[in-house]
T-cell receptor
Framework: SQQGEEDPQALSIQEGENATMNCSYK?????LQWYRQNSGRGLVHLIL?????REKHSGRLRVTLDTSKKSSSLLITASRAADTASYFC??????????FGSGTRLSIRP | DARVTQTPRHKVTEMGQEVTMRCQPI?????VFWYRQTMMQGLELLAY????????DSGMPKDRFSAEMPDATLATLKIQPSEPRDSAVYFC??????????????FGNGTRLTVT
């Protein structure tokens, strides 16, 4: 399979709570990226973390990377209804190839 | 805002017909990716180009699919003949890569293909 593993596949939380999504991969990476997809639209880049970085922040987003465990997590703090979307991790292997995981569908309940 | 443009947005066709999907990458980007998205398989990488040269199309059914970049402003994905199992949303994305640096990908809004 081309895909990494993401969990959970679906997540439903109350507005204001934090949402955590995880991504695991099998091969070595150059960097790992997180994207968001609203229904019926293309993916939008959120944050990129390089293989020599362990944590990165952008607004309410926090991404961690553990290369020894080949895993990454995306934390969205103080969730809002507008955060409802699917979230994907994507890893870059050598030669520019970028492979996406299976995604997590996040629903924020008002 | 610069954006990746895909046409058509929707395509309904009968089995056996040729389908051509087009993508205009963002000016200055040197890598172009084609992905297919279905509920069952998620986002599959079909092919990608760097500086208009195909680098990897191993994800693409070779007997019926072909991808080309006639010039830096146009990428095409063709299916001939199309089959019902090709029904999916096809995304084009572009980015910039140099050495170990690669920019985030910018996606188009996709072509939703239905083959009956």
């Amino acid at each position: 399979s081309q895909q990494g593993e993401e969990d959970p596949q679906a997540l439903s939380i109350q507005e204001g709570e934090n949402a955590t999504m995880n991504c695991s991969y099998k091969t070595s990476i150059n960097n790992l990226q997180w994207y968001r997809q609203n229904s019926g639209r293309g993916l939008v880049h959120l944050i990129l973390i390089r293989s020599n970085e362990r944590e990165k922040h952008s607004g309410r987003l926090r991404v961690t990377l553990d290369t020894s465990k080949k895993s990454s997590s995306l934390l969205i703090t103080a969730s809002r209804a507008a955060d409802t979307a699917s979230y994907f991790c994507a890893r870059r292997s050598s030669a520019s190839k970028i492979i996406f995981g299976s995604g997590t569908r996040l629903s924020i309940r008002p | 805002d610069a954006r990746v443009t895909q046409t058509p947005r929707h395509k309904v066709t009968e089995m056996g017909q040729e389908v051509t999907m087009r993508c205009q990458p963002i000016l200055g980007h040197n890598t172009v990716f084609w992905y297919r998205q279905t509920m069952m398989q998620g986002l599959e990488l079909l092919a990608y180009f760097r500086n208009r040269a195909p680098l990897d199309d191993s994800g693409m059914p070779k007997d019926r699919f072909s991808a080309e970049m006639p010039d830096a402003t146009l990428a095409t994905l063709k299916i001939q003949p199309s089959e019902p199992r090709d029904s999916a949303v096809y995304f084009c994305a572009s980015g910039f890569t140099e050495g170990n640096y690669n920019s985030p990908l910018h996606f188009g809004n996709g072509t939703r293909l239905t083959v009956t």
